[in-house]
């Protein structure tokens, strides 16, 4: 009976995002408030609606209803509790309903933050994401029900995929479906005002802080599930230029971009069309993303649940949006004014230069994971595009945009100097060269990737030293240093820490690649290998018993020059309801570097192959990306989105203090 | 007792109790430089059973019997060239995680090149535009709505 109610409630849902969709945009159209008003409700009511739904899913795995389809095929009585709810996600139907139910939540915040906007923008903004919601329902509705029985019910279901089985997976997905949904708000402005005609300097602020809260979301969701990757595949990888990666990476590079764009709208009035079509593209690659994922095209380690009339209905929901987007695009670009005039040399130059390389990034990541699909469904052969491409093209084109992230923050708005550009960035330009030059030799070997790297990061760090130093230096307010630099607006220091964070990224990516080392061994208990002046002693192997698996689990003691550092315990397990045997790598992280132990197959009674590995600075590349989104976090809170926010609750305050009941006790 | 021998059954008496010491581990490769060979040729090859692993990488069996493979031929004195040409004949493009350069894959690899070029246009299309355009400030009814709608301080902002 839940699990009908559930679907029931998704019913509801659906229609409510029906009304939504038509009501508010044909109450803006005409200019009736009646209609307009309707949006606020409808999304909260959406919202209630899915979360029941959601939550009789959640109940359907916490009580191991098996005569639910989704639950048998993605859960086991003897898998805890935790994996049971995040398991909730590990599957096709499941992510779905998540995704609908971020959506939902995006909705409600828009709702809720809303209030000292324009009705007929809410409206606007309301509607569109109500026919984006709608779209979505109706594909789960019709090709991927979560609650669709199985009967007569199974014994027992068939497990989650023990990959899953993992705290990574209750924060990964939701993390990562966040930044994905959440560029769906900075669309639906971006549609709201080319519909009022009305693409200004508030249209853009309005959009900036949403935007970077999306942006941070994704950024963190990427950052983690290239951690997970790392921890659990046992591979000691961190990115692997998969498919699915690839998915989330173009939307993030995309709206890296945009967020660069509103920047220039917001200040100087420029580059609205190009915002524009960065708002619209970075969510098409969202709805790309989701349309790879989740139509099984991919066969990757994500795709877990795959079904090809499901990648239709997403392949037409996508061309919906996208065409329609761009064709009212097309229509109302005409209307939309060139803004303010600069020069070759000038910050907007540098930000579009920087747009076009990411943009030109993204693209070429684009290439590289459908070009395979492509030439397949064309019957030309099958090609594989891995790593060694995408690192032999992606390179190229983020180079030069890591640089000019060190210029343009210093570039004046409109016209700039180069001569005075040149003697503001000598010494900076001087300490990442000779860094560059010279670091290398006390870290191992010499070699020309890792110092055009680290000429790069510190070029960044070095860069934005000179921007705080310029800022402090003609902060009009306050005498001292201090003052002065708490004066500076938190965007602009949000805006220096993700750079510095971009920084620490290359650091750590150039490091572990250019120095990290591994050993494969056979070892019995009392043997020792050394990697990079450590002495790892196998001390035994035992068997352990978990709730869904047993594990072969060996101790292994870490010692440096005869000190004791750590002591490792390395897995091998086999889950009761899956072949194959899983790795738990054993690793010791550390500020400048990780060891990271995997244990092998068993060579005989007592023997067994190990691999250790050294990893250096490899924490820095998910530290990189923490403070990148930090930084956003500061930006996002900067005051000049604040300052609204108050405004409006003082207007709360004052329309209650007027009331009778109204006391000083606020 | 001569003292040869006594010497010679301390050593015994000590290697018997060697398991207690500690000893370095035997690479797990009988020819660790081969090895390091067969790996590095590995890592660039896909493994065709998998989701996008490379043959280096993957638990799989058939990855398995290809990196047995692989090392015997090593072994006996193939180069990395036949090695992958064997595999080519076998299994095709397919098996290189590094497209190969052919008509097919033509826009593969010249398209990052092709985009860089639209990138400069574009770029330089703008700029053009910017700099035909007259000096078009951000209008007075603009930042009147900015403001009142948001009460925030657009002009205090340096920059």
């Known amino acids: 009976m839940i699990p009908e109610l559930g679907q029931f409630a998704l019913v509801l849902a659906f229609t409510l995002a029906l009304v939504q969709g038509i009501l508010p945009l044909a109450g803006a159209a005409r200019g009736d408030p009646a209609w307009m008003s309707v949006a606020r409700p409808a999304a909260f009511g959406q919202f209630v609606f899915i979360a029941i739904a959601f939550g009789f899913l959640t109940y359907a795995f916490a009580t191991n209803d098996f005569s639910v389809q989704y639950v048998a095929n993605n859960s086991n009585t003897a898998l805890p509790l935790q994996y049971r709810i995040a398991g909730v996600w590990g599957g096709h139907e499941g992510s779905l309903l998540l995704w609908m139910l971020i959506l939902a939540l995006w909705m409600i915040a828009v709702a809720v933050f809303s209030r000292s906007l324009p009705e007929d923008m809410v409206a606007r903004v309301l509607g569109v994401m109500g026919l984006v919601a709608a779209g979505f329902l109706a594909f789960t509705l019709f090709t991927s029900n979560p609650f669709d029985r199985l009967l007569?019910?199974?014994?027992?279901?068939?497990?989650?995929?023990?990959?899953?089985?993992?705290?990574?997976?209750?924060?990964?997905?939701?993390?990562?479906?966040?930044?994905?949904?959440?560029?769906?708000?900075?669309?639906?402005?971006?549609?709201?005002a080319l519909i009022s005609g009305r693409l200004d300097a508030a249209w853009a602020r309005w959009s900036r802080p949403w935007t970077t809260v999306a942006w941070i979301f994704l950024t963190l969701g990427n950052a983690l599930g290239s951690w997970w990757a790392y921890y659990e595949l046992g591979w000691g990888g961190w990115w692997f230029w998969d498919p699915v990666e690839n998915s989330s990476f173009m939307p993030w590079l995309l709206g890296t971009a945009l967020i660069h764009s509103l920047a220039v709208t917001d200040k100087r009035g420029s580059f609205r069309s190009w915002t524009v079509l960065l708002a619209i593209s970075t969510f098409a690659f969202s709805l790309l993303g989701t349309f790879l994922v989740r139509s099984g095209v991919l066969t990757s380690v994500h795709a877990f649940a795959s079904d090809p009339t499901r990648g239709i209905f997403i392949l037409a929901l996508l061309a919906l949006v996208t065409g329609s987007s761009l064709a009212l695009f097309g229509w109302r670009t005409s209307r939309?004014?060139?803004?303010?005039?600069?020069?070759?040399?000038?910050?907007?130059?540098?930000?579009?230069?920087?747009?076009?390389?990411?943009?030109?990034?993204?693209?070429?990541?684009?290439?590289g994971t459908l070009y395979p699909l492509a030439l397949d469904a064309l019957g030309l052969g099958k090609v594989s595009v891995g790593p060694p491409y995408f690192d032999a093209v992606f390179v190229p084109v983020m180079a030069p945009a890591l640089f000019l992230m060190g210029v343009g923050p210093i570039a004046?708005?409109?016209?700039?100097?180069?001569?005075?550009?040149?003697?503001?960035?000598?010494?900076?330009?001087?300490?990442?060269?000779?860094?560059?030059?010279?670091?290398?030799?006390?870290?191992?070997?010499?070699?020309?990737?890792?110092?055009?790297?680290?000429?790069?990061?510190?070029?960044?760090?070095?860069?934005?030293?000179?921007?705080?130093?310029?800022?402090?230096?003609?902060?009009?307010?306050?005498?001292?240093?201090?003052?002065?630099?708490?004066?500076?607006?938190?965007?602009?220091?949000?805006?220096?820490?993700?750079?510095?964070?971009?920084?620490?990224?290359?650091?750590?990516?150039?490091?572990?690649?250019?120095?990290?080392?591994?050993?494969?061994?056979?070892?019995?208990?009392?043997?020792?290998?050394?990697?990079?002046?450590?002495?790892?002693?196998?001390?035994?192997?035992s068997e352990v018993a978990g709730p869904n698996y047993v594990a072969s689990r060996a101790t292994m003691e870490v010692t440096r020059n005869g000190a004791r550092v750590t002591t490792l315990y390395p897995e091998k397990r086999r889950y009761r309801m899956r072949e194959k045997p899983m790795t738990e790598a054993a690793i010791d992280p550390g500020f400048t570097s990780d060891l990271y132990v995997t244990l092998g197959d068993q060579l005989n009674a007592t023997a067994w192959l190990v691999r250790v590995r050294h990893k250096p600075f490899v924490d820095w590349i998910w530290g990189?990306?923490?403070?990148?989104?930090?930084?956003?976090?500061?930006?996002?809170?900067?005051?000049?989105?604040?300052?609204?926010?108050?405004?409006?609750?003082?207007?709360?305050?004052?329309?209650?203090?007027?009331?009778?009941?109204?006391?000083?006790?606020? | 007792m001569k003292p040869g021998l006594i010497a010679f059954m301390l050593l015994?008496?000590?290697?018997?109790?060697?398991?207690?010491?500690?000893?370095?581990?035997?690479?797990?490769?009988?020819?660790?430089?081969?090895?390091?060979?067969?790996?590095?040729?590995?890592?660039?090859?896909?493994?065709?059973?998998?989701?996008?692993?490379?043959?280096?990488?993957?638990?799989?069996?058939?990855?398995?019997?290809?990196?047995?493979?692989?090392?015997?031929?090593?072994?006996?004195?193939?180069?990395?060239?036949?090695?992958?040409?064997?595999?080519?004949?076998?299994?095709?493009?397919?098996?290189?995680?590094?497209?190969?350069?052919?008509?097919?894959?033509?826009?593969?690899?010249?398209?990052?090149?092709?985009?860089?070029?639209?990138?400069?246009?574009?770029?330089?299309?703008?700029?053009?535009?910017?700099?035909?355009?007259?000096?078009?400030?951000?209008?007075?009814?603009?930042?009147?709505?900015?403001?009142?709608?948001?009460?925030?301080?657009?002009?205090?902002?340096?920059?």
């Not at chain 1, 199974?154 to 990574?168: E, I, T, V, Y």
């Not at chain 1, 924060?171 to 959440?182: A, D, K, R, S």
């Not at chain 1, 004014?337 to 390389?357: D, P, T």
């Not at chain 1, 976090?633 to 709360?652: C, G, H, I, N, Q």
């Open chain 1, 152 to 192: 007569p019910a199974p014994p027992d279901g068939r497990d989650l995929n023990p990959l899953l089985q993992d705290a990574g997976m209750a924060l990964h997905p939701p993390t990562l479906y966040m930044g994905y949904v959440g560029f769906s708000v900075a669309f639906a402005f971006a549609i709201a």
């Open chain 1, 624 to 666: 990189g990306a923490l403070l990148m989104a930090l930084g956003g976090f500061l930006a996002a809170s900067d005051r000049r989105y604040r300052v609204a926010a108050r405004a409006r609750r003082e207007t709360e305050y004052a329309v209650a203090a007027r009331g009778p009941q109204a006391t000083a006790a606020g």
């Open chain 1, 336 to 367: 939309i004014g060139a803004g303010g005039r600069f020069e070759i040399v000038s910050r907007e130059s540098m930000l579009l230069a920087n747009n076009v390389l990411l943009a030109v990034a993204t693209g070429t990541v684009m290439l």
């Open chain 2, 12 to 159: 015994l008496a000590l290697g018997l109790t060697g398991g207690a010491l500690a000893k370095e581990a035997a690479p797990a490769a009988d020819d660790p430089a081969l090895e390091r060979r067969v790996m590095a040729l590995a890592a660039k090859l896909r493994c065709l059973q998998c989701q996008n692993q490379s043959i280096a990488e993957s638990d799989a069996p058939l990855a398995d019997d290809l990196r047995n493979q692989m090392r015997e031929q090593m072994k006996q004195g193939k180069s990395e060239r036949d090695v992958i040409d064997f595999l080519l004949a076998r299994y095709g493009d397919f098996v290189l995680l590094r497209p190969p350069f052919k008509p097919t894959t033509l826009l593969l690899w010249l398209g990052p090149l092709l985009l860089f070029v639209v990138g400069l246009i574009v770029f330089f299309h703008r700029l053009a535009r910017s700099l035909a355009a007259a000096e078009v400030e951000l209008s007075e009814a603009d930042r009147a709505r900015a403001g009142s709608l948001l009460e925030s301080e657009i002009g205090k902002e340096p920059g």
């Open chain 1, 412 to 541: 004046r708005w409109k016209k700039a100097s180069l001569p005075d550009l040149a003697v503001r960035l000598r010494w900076a330009l001087g300490v990442s060269l000779a860094i560059a030059l010279l670091l290398p030799f006390t870290l191992g070997e010499w070699n020309p990737m890792v110092s055009f790297g680290l000429a790069l990061a510190v070029w960044i760090v070095a860069t934005s030293a000179v921007s705080l130093w310029d800022r402090v230096k003609h902060a009009t307010t306050g005498a001292s240093v201090w003052t002065r630099l708490a004066g500076t607006s938190r965007a602009f220091h949000g805006m220096l820490l993700a750079h510095v964070g971009v920084a620490i990224l290359v650091l750590g990516i150039t490091l572990v690649t250019g120095y990290e080392s591994e050993k494969d061994v056979r070892m019995e208990p009392g043997d020792t290998v050394e990697l990079a002046g450590y002495t790892f002693l196998f001390r035994n192997v």
